[in-house]
């Protein structure tokens, strides 16, 4: 069956944390993450990934690069988190 009307916008955080979370497990979750975010009509939002060993930032960056829906995306400021966060820019 077929609407025209737009689905409702989800509730959603301006912050996902992914700190402890496996690689693996990653990828899927910023994915859904960002689809709906965009759905939400978000400007931007920030992943928490924190410092560990650097693997999950890298993971979060290397993602960002490559996702149609992200304009850029930037360390966090120190206030934000520093380069513990990553914030992304939609667009």
């Known amino acids: 069956k077929s609407t025209s009307r737009m689905p409702a916008a989800p509730d ?11 690689a693996s497990e990653l990828d899927w979750e910023l994915e859904s993450y960002l689809s709906k975010a965009v759905q939400a009509n978000l400007s931007n939002v920030r992943i928490i ?3 560990g060993t650097g693997t999950l ?3 979060v ?31």
Not at 12 to 22: N, P, T
Not at 66 to 89: A, C, H, L, N
């Open 12 to 22: 959603i955080s301006y912050e996902l944390d992914v700190r402890g979370m496996r």
């Open 49 to 51: 990934h924190g410092f």
């Open 57 to 59: 930032r890298q993971i």
């Open 61 to 91: 960056r290397e993602f960002a690069s490559s996702e149609p829906v992200v304009k850029s995306f930037r360390p966090g400021k120190r206030d934000e988190g520093g380069d513990g966060v990553t914030v992304i820019y939609l667009e």
